[in-house]
């Protein structure tokens, strides 16, 4: 099993910044994807940003050059840096990974958007 404990939610005005952290503990080995989805109420859980272990990396459309993804494996942490936030960026941040053919995800962090 794999643990994902998120940190760094919070209010921020539109226009702000915020940096997402989240570390991975338990029998974690070859986390084949690290990454960031959102979810608002009475919407679908969406893909912010994803780090594949080769170094790929994708975004949600909507985040594309405003967001940065990035991991550490050495530390089992990924990372979200969130530039230029918009009212629209407001929504419950879940970090996942996926090992082999398992899919975890962490608890929720809040992100609210809001002037």
């Known amino acids: 099993q794999v643990q994902l404990v998120e940190s760094g939610g919070g209010l921020v005005q539109p226009g702000g910044s915020l940096r997402l952290s989240c570390t991975a503990s338990g029998r974690v080995f070859s986390l084949r994807y690290m990454g960031w989805y959102r979810q608002n109420p009475d919407k679908q859980r969406e893909l912010v940003a994803r780090?594949?272990?080769?170094?790929?990396?994708i975004y949600g459309d909507s985040v594309k050059g405003r967001f940065t993804i990035s991991r550490d494996d050495d530390k089992d942490r990924v990372y979200l840096q969130m530039n230029s936030l918009r009212p629209e960026d407001t929504a419950v941040y879940y970090c996942?990974?996926?090992?082999?053919?398992?899919?975890?995800w962490g608890q929720g962090t809040q992100v609210t958007v809001s002037s």
């Open positions: 780090a594949a272990r080769d170094g790929t990396i």
């Open positions: 996942y990974a996926k090992q082999i053919t398992n899919d975890y």
